[in-house]
């Protein structure tokens, strides 16, 4: 069990690694945001 959770704990912190380096992006360019999050 305590595997599993070592896992799962793994993949929420690259989870959150992956998702701070896609906004780091998003920010650096602004059309990519634009067109990911509907062309509002």
Do not use: A
Not at 8 to 37: A, F, H, P, R, Y
Request: glycine share 8%; aromatic share 0%.
């Amino acid at each position: 069990m305590e595997d599993e959770q070592n896992i799962l704990e793994t993949q929420l912190i690259l989870g959150k690694q992956v998702l701070e380096i896609v906004l780091d992006l998003l920010k650096d360019d602004s059309k990519i945001g634009v067109v990911l999050l509907g062309q509002n």
